[in-house]
């Protein structure tokens, strides 16, 4: 009985392996899981931000998109001198995102740079 108990337990993992990804039955990182990973990128709490830029014409603007863990989606231009994000609001929580965005605007900046530091160009 024991024995039987195992294989039905191990057939049915390995069955659920096998077509999970196409019936897109929830298996994390699979497409069609309806579960977002966080994309790889600078992350703080459940924001992660990736495709970094830096525009060409103004030096302390950075564009760059954020990304959470319930798939919300959204690319913002920051103005690293006073750390404010365009758009104001949108699907993306605000308050780790204002995280994020320091951050990147002080690793732009370089070593050394204080608070409020333009990215050197």
Known sequence: M???RSLLLVGGLL???VLAPWAGLGMAGW????????APGL???PICADEISRSDQFPWQLRLR???QRAHRERVVVDCRDGGISPLAGPVERG???AVVRRACRL?????AGP???PAA
């Open 2 to 4: 024991r024995a039987l």
């Open 15 to 17: 069955l659920g392996f």
């Open 31 to 38: 497409p069609g899981d309806g579960l977002a990973q966080a």
């Open 43 to 45: 992350c703080i709490g």
């Open 66 to 68: 954020l990304s959470d």
């Open 96 to 98: 780790f995102a204002g």
């Open 108 to 112: 732009a900046a370089g070593p050394g």
């Open 116 to 118: 409020g530091s333009v």
